[in-house]
């Protein structure tokens, strides 16, 4: 029997870095915000999530009442230098996804690199749209993290 939509296992490797003109921990707490209770969609719709920030702990958006998603268990937590996170994230389907946000001081600021490696029966469009999922997601930390630095709201 042949299946009606016939799937392929791919892998994906996205990697994105960014100068955050922000201290290391203040990078870090945005890091948090934004795929905590700070997540938004492009478009502005506020995508909540809770990330209990400890080894083995959860990263998931609570509906309410018993409903969720949940998107994966944090892997490495060293604050405020590394967070890792593996789980299906957002792939109602077989795969697995691994994200890690790693930081350091650099320029007077945060050096923040993502890496998003995935395995399994992931749609050509999924592949193709979280490219810039995560591009919206390292503006979204910035702008939290220049939210508190007292000389950017000057500016």
Same mark, same amino acid.
């Given at each position: 029997?042949?299946?009606?939509?016939?799937?392929?296992?791919?892998?994906?490797?996205?990697?994105?870095?960014?100068?955050?003109?922000?201290?290391?921990?203040?990078?870090?707490?945005?890091?948090?915000? +934004?795929?905590?209770? +700070?997540?938004?969609?492009?478009?502005?719709?506020?995508?909540?999530?809770?990330?209990?920030?400890?080894?083995? #702990?959860?990263?998931?958006?609570?509906?309410?009442?018993?409903? #969720?998603?949940?998107?994966?268990?944090?892997?490495?937590?060293?604050?405020?230098?590394?967070?890792?996170?593996? #789980?299906?994230?957002? %792939?109602?389907?077989?795969?697995?996804?691994?994200?890690?946000?790693?930081?350091?001081?650099? #320029?007077?600021?945060?050096?923040?690199?993502?890496?998003?490696?995935? %395995?399994?029966?992931?749609?050509?469009?999924?592949?193709?749209?979280?490219?810039?999922?995560?591009?919206?997601?390292?503006?979204?930390?910035? +702008?939290?993290?220049?939210?508190?630095?007292?000389?950017?709201?000057?500016?």
């Amino acid at each position: 029997m042949t299946p009606a939509h016939p799937e392929t296992v791919r892998t994906l490797l996205i990697e994105r870095a960014v100068h955050v003109a922000a201290p290391l921990e203040v990078t870090f707490a945005a890091v948090l915000a +934004e795929v905590g209770p +700070e997540s938004q969609m492009p478009d502005g719709t506020a995508f909540p999530f809770v990330l209990e920030a400890w080894p083995g #702990g959860r990263w998931y958006r609570d509906l309410g009442r018993g409903a #969720g998603h949940f998107w994966g268990h944090v892997q490495v937590i060293k604050p405020p230098t590394l967070l890792e996170i593996c #789980g299906p994230m957002f %792939m109602s389907y077989p795969a697995m996804n691994f994200i890690q946000y790693r930081l350091a001081e650099a #320029g007077g600021g945060t050096s923040l690199k993502i890496t998003h490696r995935a %395995m399994g029966l992931i749609p050509t469009e999924h592949a193709q749209g979280v490219q810039s999922g995560w591009d919206h997601g390292l503006k979204r930390i910035a +702008e939290i993290a220049l939210r508190s630095v007292p000389s950017a709201r000057s500016r």
